[in-house]
Structures are given as C-alpha cells and as structure tokens.
C-alpha cells in the first residue's frame, strides 16, 4: 500500500479502494499539472513536501453523512492529501461540522492534527487538482468508477450532501450508472432535497465552502 498521509486506518477492502485511487493516471493534463503545482509549490508553503497525488476520501467507514466536494484545491488537499485541508475551504467546512458534532475539532490543518470525522465521510467528484477548479466533462467522468468504488465500501450512508454542482451531477450520474433515474432531473440548488425513487441515500445540494462561492452567495 502507498502511504497515506491521513493516519487512519482503514477496513482492508476500503484501504485497497484509496490505493487505487492513489495510484490512478487515467487524466494525464491533471497529472501533470498536480505534479507540478507539487514542484513549483506556492511561496507560503516552500518548505511543505507536496502530496501531489490524487486524493482519496476520509473520514468515518460507517459513516451515515457522506459530503462530496468538487476537487482537491492546488494548495490544500493536493498539498496535504487529505480532502478539505490545507486551506480555508477545509477550516470553515470543519468548523460546521464540528458544531453539529461531526468533526471532534473546529480546523484542518494538516494530515497529523488529530482530526477525526464522527460518522461523516468527506470526498471529491475528482480526485486530482484541476487548472481553474475546472475539471473537463471526461474526467469528470473518469472519476466517477473511483466514486463508485468508494461508495460501495460505505454501506451506512444516509444522507449525501453535494458541495457543489459538480459533487451534485456526480452523484446523479452514479445513481443512473446503477439503473435509478430521477424524473424531471434535479437541478442544483442550495437546500435542494432530492429522494430517490428507490430505497437509497438522500441526496442535499449545498454550496461549496470556497471562499469564492461564500462570497458570490
């Protein structure tokens, strides 16, 4: 197994799922650029060794809540290799979830800060940093078997909250992957609830924790 830089330790079937996904070169200008945002680095962090891989998930295995996010940020997750840390993104996302009692501390600041998810489970639609947080439709769906995989090792989850459009379409595009059409097909919106016509999880659109999107909404 490829060293994780989050210190959990995961079920054996889980662990594999974030070794592939570790070890995944399917989108070559997102694995080129992720290597070298890792070696050009940004001046605050010179001194940080860069992740520079794509990101698996983190957080509870039995989680009931799983949060799906666009994609690791340059400097955050693709930096550190644990989804929403690094950058402020991760600090205002933990801060909510430390106040509803989902997280055990208020910050994610770095893989070794002690932070641990409280049934709640944290991933990206893509798992490699894009140019501009603008991933292309392919590699969108590309991703999505990673999303799948992931998925399927998380068999307690209950609600899904989308941060975000794309986390929003990724998850609609797995459940018409797995035979379950919604029609008319949901749109995106911040508090949008979408139930499944089958017995499944119950998908919540929700912005993205960004600075960008906090400051648009």
Not at 38 to 61: I, L, N, S, T
């Amino acid at each position: 197994m490829i060293g994780m830089p989050n210190l959990l330790f995961y079920p054996p079937r889980l662990a594999a799922v974030h070794d592939a996904i570790v070890r995944c070169d399917r989108c070559r200008r997102l694995r080129s650029y992720c290597r070298r945002v890792a070696a050009e680095k940004k001046r605050a962090h010179r001194d940080d060794v860069y992740w520079g891989r794509p990101v698996p998930g983190f957080g509870d295995p039995n989680a009931q809540l799983l949060l799906i996010g666009l994609a690791p940020a340059a400097h955050g997750a693709n930096r550190t290799g644990r989804p929403f840390t690094g950058d402020g993104s991760g600090d205002f996302l933990m801060s909510a979830l430390h106040r509803t009692g989902f997280a055990n501390i208020a910050t994610s600041r770095h893989p070794s800060d002690g932070l641990r998810l409280l049934d709640a489970y944290i991933l990206s639609a893509v798992r490699c940093a894009p140019p501009d947080n603008k991933p292309l439709p392919e590699e969108i769906a590309r991703c999505l078997d990673h999303l799948e995989a992931e998925i399927a090792e998380l068999p307690r989850v209950r609600v899904v909250v989308a941060l975000g459009k794309i986390g929003f379409d990724a998850w609609l595009q797995l459940l018409r992957r797995r035979g379950i059409a919604i029609s008319p097909r949901p749109q995106f919106a911040h508090g949008c609830v979408v139930r499944p016509p089958a017995p499944g999880p119950t998908l919540v659109g929700c912005y993205h924790p960004s600075r960008q999107s906090l400051w648009t909404h």
